[in-house]
């Protein structure tokens, strides 16, 4: 049986930095276990929206979840996406980099979670980051991650921010910085060239060559081995040799970043969940912890879509407008930074508030959720609104001890209505931004909701009839030091020897972000942890 000292299980946007830092010692011998397949594909890589909405459907680079509806959103189920290839759901992400307010890492550190306070975490969103703008108090220029302004903008997108301002919304060039509050144009994670910069590209193709480090891909991994308490071994099917049942020892560690689902998913399938469940679908009890899968979080969206008049916006027609626009996403050297959803920030439901509870996210295409039956034909735009700090929980459970099996995703939206009513007002907000002077030129018509969605009562009918996830999710193996806390702040599983969890499950709240960038920093902090024993 091979042996490495470390053994990562996914390769995502933690997994990928996390192979990067600790096969750093040349000593220390690392293996990489992926389920998807490698990210040597032109989809991935090549940024134009096509591409984007290939990713979000295509069963080989997505694992294509559903999550269930509640008592407030009825039967309906919801999409959602996560990537399966090496950069895991960076490689088929928006890209738009943001961190959260310095209040999210704050209250972290409240629940119990010393070291985890803002102040100590900002050295390690610095540390992987390269920031085009420069370094300052609150970036470096240094890293391996590419953070960048695209350099191209539809009218609509510049047009918004100008409403926004006329609104009275306060305009703010770094929501990563000093302030938190405000809009602008997103920075997003792509190279100069204009390349998707997914973790797997910024932190693996440095390094790929590196003797000790070996990377797997098609590993769908089954379960962690323990004995005694001790985590030892980690079993795989090999997808690339007919399913073949394969085995490696870790003579350190086993380090879980398969991800919001597949990291709870695998602790459950190990024996390590709550042992009733457990039970009761034949798995071998190894530790009763009855907070794995728990505890999920999302942030929950609706999008409102205006038809433009100027017809300025991403559509097909007409047809050379369309080609001079894609063709610029394949000529060399043409350096052209994109990404759809360009426009937007964080804003209060309420001036009462002390911290923004929304987000805000603009893109000048006629879009429906998750791009399905996209309407590019007729120009238009769509404002996102984002509930960023929800009280909500959902969970994750096993359906059964199948490892190939979804499992039951609860995704609970508005099972605290504190969500649906900031969401009323933003909808309110976000009408008033769309009518300002600045849109009249583009401003056609309101499509969704529609003129007949008037009073707030209308308006909460259309969010739980429409609310959607914006792919923002986290929590489900928290980290603390209460009886439903996984990790302790030290990312060490609870009762079990040498195995962590690092990833964006670990977050005991979730980040008023999106979600790459505080899993970035999860995994850079937690590669310290694990290096320091
Ligand atoms: C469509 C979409 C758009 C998004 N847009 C943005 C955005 O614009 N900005 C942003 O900051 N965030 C965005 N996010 C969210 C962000 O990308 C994710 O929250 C983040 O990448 C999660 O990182 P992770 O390391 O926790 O998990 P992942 O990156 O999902 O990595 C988990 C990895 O583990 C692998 N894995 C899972 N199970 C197994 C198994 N059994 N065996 C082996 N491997 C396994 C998976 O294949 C995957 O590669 C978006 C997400 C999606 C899906």
């Known amino acids: 049986m091979k042996s490495f000292d470390y053994i990562i299980i996914g390769g995502g946007s933690a997994g990928c930095l996390l192979a990067n830092r600790l096969s750093d010692n040349a000593q220390t011998e690392v293996c ?7 990210d040597d594909s032109h989809f991935i890589h090549n940024t134009n929206p096509v591409n984007m909405l290939y990713l979000l459907n295509s069963p080989k680079y997505n694992w294509k979840y559903y999550a269930e509806g509640n008592h407030k959103t009825g039967k309906r189920r919801f999409f959602w996406p996560r990537g399966k290839t090496l950069g895991g759901s960076s490689a088929v992400n928006a890209m738009i980099y943001t961190r959260g307010h310095p209040s999210d890492f704050d209250r ?7 070291g985890w306070d803002y102040r100590s975490v900002l050295p390690y969103f610095l540390k992987s980051e390269r920031q085009h703008r420069g370094g300052d108090a609150y970036h470096n220029d240094t890293g391996e991650m590419d953070v ?3 350099n191209f903008h539809f009218p609509a997108s510049t047009a ?3 409403a926004c301002k006329q609104a009275g919304i306060p305009h703010n060039r770094d929501i990563n910085g000093e302030q938190y509050e405000g809009v602008d144009f997103f920075q997003i994670n792509q190279t100069p060239d204009g390349q998707r910069a997914h973790s797997a590209v910024s932190f693996l193709n440095p390094i790929r060559h590196r003797k000790n480090l070996t990377i797997i891909t098609g590993a769908h991994v089954n379960k962690v081995l323990m004995n ?10 090999d997808l690339k040799n007919a399913r073949c049942l394969c085995t490696l020892n870790a003579r350190r560690e086993i380090i879980l970043s398969a ?6 998913q695998i602790l459950m399938l190990s024996g390590i969940g709550p042992a009733a469940q457990l039970q009761q679908l034949g798995i071998e009890i190894v530790k009763d ?10 942030h929950p969206d609706v999008i409102l879509r205006y038809r433009d008049k100027s017809g300025t916006s991403l559509t097909t027609f007409p047809w050379p407008y369309m080609i001079r626009f894609m063709s610029r996403f394949y000529k060399k050297n043409s350096n052209f930074i994109f990404t759809p959803t360009d426009a937007g920030g964080f804003i209060k439901s309420d001036p009462s508030l002390e911290v923004p509870d929304l987000q805000l996210q603009f893109a000048s295409l006629r879009m429906q959720p998750h791009g399905a039956g996209l309407t590019p034909t007729l120009a238009g735009y769509v404002l996102h609104i984002c509930h960023m700090r929800p009280n909500s929980r959902g969970r994750i459970r096993l359906t059964s001890a199948d490892p190939f099996a979804h499992p039951r995703i609860e995704a609970n939206y508005f099972d605290d209505e504190m969500e649906l009513e900031a969401l009323v007002k933003g909808v309110k907000i976000a009408r008033n931004i769309l009518s300002q002077p600045a849109m009249q030129p583009f401003n056609k018509k309101e499509e969704v909701p529609g003129a007949s969605c008037r009073t707030d009562e209308d308006i909460r009918r259309f969010i739980l009839k429409k609310v959607e996830s914006v792919y923002h999710t986290a929590g489900s193996c928290k980290m603390g030091i209460d009886n439903m806390a996984v990790v302790d702040p030290r990312l060490r599983v609870y009762g079990i020897r040498n195995l962590r969890v690092i990833d964006s499950s670990i977050m005991p709240t979730i980040t008023g972000s999106n979600i ?16 320091k024993g």
């Open 160 to 162: 918004f921010i100008e």
């Open 289 to 298: 912890l009855p907070g794995v899968g728990e505890n999920l979080q999302d």
């Open 148 to 150: 960048i302004d695209p």
């Open 259 to 264: 991800g919001i689902i597949g990291s709870p």
């Open 108 to 114: 972290w550190a409240a629940l119990g979670n010393e």
């Open 516 to 531: 790459h960038a505080p899993t970035v920093m999860i995994a850079e902090k937690g590669a310290e942890l694990v290096v």
């Open 32 to 38: 990489l276990l992926e389920a998807g397949p490698s």
């Open 228 to 237: 005694d308490g001790t985590a030892y071994a980690v079993e795989y099917f």
